[in-house]
């Protein structure tokens, strides 16, 4: 039986986690939230193309103590999401009002995630360059 979550129990139980994630449409990836609302993982869309990195920047993640919610620049909402903990390592995030479109994610342990990698595993490719390039 999943158990809804408040933003401050669902930020406690996610931040500074490894999680991959599964969505309704086929996309899968992995990543994490930081304590400061960056984001930074892989996405696959749809779960057939090419694996792609992604780092959002912080403040990306806001949490209230009525709602967790993501910024993201060129959306004209900030669509927040409701976090149903599945088990201890588990958990549905879905976007408030809209059941169908959800991703259920599961803990991983960063360290068994290094040794078991196929060598034939595609490179991922970047999404998005968040951080300005140093010049030398």
Request: hydrophobic share 40%.
């Amino acid at each position: 039986v999943a158990e809804e979550l408040a933003p401050e129990q669902a930020r406690a139980f996610v931040v500074g986690k490894l999680f991959s994630y599964t969505c309704f449409d086929g996309t899968v990836g992995m990543g994490r939230i930081f304590s400061d609302g960056s984001v930074v993982g892989t996405i696959r869309p749809g779960g057939q193309a090419q694996v792609r990195f992604a780092a959002l920047p912080a403040g990306t993640i806001k949490v209230s103590s009525n709602s967790m919610c993501a910024h993201l620049a060129g959306l004209p909402i900030e669509p927040c999401f409701k976090v149903q903990r599945i088990d201890r390592r588990s958990f549905r995030g879905s976007i408030a009002g809209l059941g169908f479109a959800y991703c259920d994610f599961y803990q991983r342990n960063p360290r068994t995630q290094l040794t078991g990698i196929p060598a034939e595993t595609p490179q991922a490719q970047p999404v998005a360059t968040l951080r300005p390039a140093m010049n030398e």
